[in-house]
């Protein structure tokens, strides 16, 4: 999908069509109204693929993930969704599994 010389409020809403599995579950994950305009939103988007190297890992790996004792929920869940964001071919069954 092109989008040139389309206003920003456009382009925003076309963006998620063009996404599917690890970016569309990166766009769904924003906030609601957290972003201003389409080039906030390209620089999020760039920011949370461009620069850094995807290892893809198998949906089984999500099960090693641990929480340690000495580590808050907000910490084990912001490491394990980061973590989430590696495996090929997510299944919402078996990352509920693993958290659980």
């Given at each position: 999908?092109?989008l040139?010389?389309?206003?920003?409020?456009?382009?925003?809403?076309?963006f998620?069509?063009?996404?599917?599995?690890?970016?569309?579950?990166?766009?769904?994950?924003?906030?609601?109204?957290?972003?201003?305009?389409?080039?906030?939103?390209?620089?999020?988007?760039?920011?949370?693929?461009?620069?850094?190297?995807?290892?893809?890992?198998?949906?089984?790996?999500?099960?090693?993930?641990?929480?340690?004792?000495?580590?808050?929920?907000?910490?084990?869940?912001?490491?394990?969704?980061?973590?989430?964001?590696?495996?090929?071919?997510?299944?919402?069954?078996?990352t509920?599994?693993?958290?659980?």
């Amino acid at each position: 999908m092109t989008l040139h010389g389309v206003p920003g409020k456009i382009a925003c809403r076309a963006f998620p069509l063009t996404l599917k599995g690890l970016a569309h579950s990166w766009f769904g994950s924003l906030a609601p109204k957290s972003v201003d305009n389409f080039g906030e939103l390209a620089k999020l988007f760039l920011t949370q693929f461009m620069s850094s190297q995807w290892r893809q890992h198998p949906a089984a790996y999500l099960l090693t993930i641990k929480q340690t004792e000495d580590e808050s929920l907000k910490s084990y869940l912001a490491r394990f969704n980061k973590e989430r964001m590696t495996i090929d071919n997510q299944d919402e069954k078996i990352t509920l599994t693993a958290l659980l």
